[in-house]
């Protein structure tokens, strides 16, 4: 999917959202979580080829395949908190979005622990 027809879908969502909006609020947030979603339908391709080329640097690193599976999981809550909370945004919570935000780092970072100890003892390995 090109960007024009990110855009498209974007524009057409946002267009449709607002035309809603006024008669039926409940329906405009439907229509605005359906846009996104088709949006990441046709984004697949490209994160796929990103998690392959990661994938080839992470083979090449000779890092444990359990960090690398870390990391992706990682970049996933990075995103899936995003999307959510972009949602809950737009259906007039800030707030609740806020804390989505705030639980995604959080796990974030927990899950990052074991990537953070394992660079710590190569640091410390190198320099004994």
Do not use: W
Not at 71 to 89: H, L, P, S
Not at 113 to 123: A, E, H, R
């Amino acid at each position: 999917m090109s960007i024009f027809q990110i855009a498209a879908i974007g524009l057409i969502t946002a267009v449709c959202a607002m035309v809603l909006k006024e008669h039926k609020s409940e329906v405009a947030l439907l229509v605005t979580v359906t846009g996104g979603i088709l949006i990441l339908i046709g984004l697949v391709d490209y994160f796929s080829n990103v998690f392959e080329v990661l994938q080839g640097f992470l083979d090449a690193s000779g890092i444990p395949s359990n960090i690398y599976g870390t990391i992706f999981r990682i970049i996933g809550i990075g995103y899936i908190a995003d999307f959510c909370a972009g949602i809950v945004e737009d259906a007039g919570q800030k707030t609740l979005a806020n804390k989505i935000l705030l639980g995604g780092k959080l796990i974030i970072m927990v899950m990052s622990l074991p990537i953070l100890q394992l660079l710590f003892d190569t640091i410390l390995l190198m320099l004994s």
